[in-house]
């Protein structure tokens, strides 16, 4: 019998005054039962991060020609393609060729080895950005998760800063690669 996912619940006030949005927000999340908590608030977070009409998760881990997270246009065409961890060149490749941006939040404790052993080759890359985020900020972040949450999220400056209501934390993503 297969594992089935764990559904989670996030009921989000998004106040992202670096791009003028902000939102009520409930959302539900699918933790693959191969992924961890740490990748699931990654996403979670990555949504909020670029939280804008269309943005949805996908089947994500579950599927291997669909990103995390991604972005429609109105005729159908994949307007932001959004990947969390550290895919490979050859899955990259493909989804630019496929979207017309698309980023890449590499995080966990091997992200900096990753970037320092494929960032030149995926820099090679149309139209890709890659952010990194700090491993210990993921780790804080996730302590504020539970299977149903209420998060205040405000991103001033670059900055996410998230509060459930008795514990905060700052997670801050840094700019690898800007698209070009």
Known sequence: MALKP?????????????????????????????????????RLLVYCLNCTRGLEFTKGISS?????LWVHSDHGDIEHWMEVGQPEQPRLRKACGRARLVSVYAFGKSAPTWWKLHGEA???????????LDWEEIQAATALVDRTVQLNVSIVGGVAYL??????CSVEPVLLREAQ
């Open 163 to 168: 509060d459930n209501g008795s514990d905060s």
């Open 64 to 68: 291997t020609d669909e990103p995390d």
């Open 6 to 42: 764990t559904i989670y619940k996030a009921q989000i006030e998004l106040a992202d005054s670096d791009r003028n949005c902000f939102e009520s927000l409930s959302l539900t999340l699918a933790q693959h039962p191969s992924e961890t908590l740490e990748r699931m608030t990654a």
């Open 122 to 132: 995926i820099s090679a890359l149309p139209h890709l950005q890659v952010w990194q």
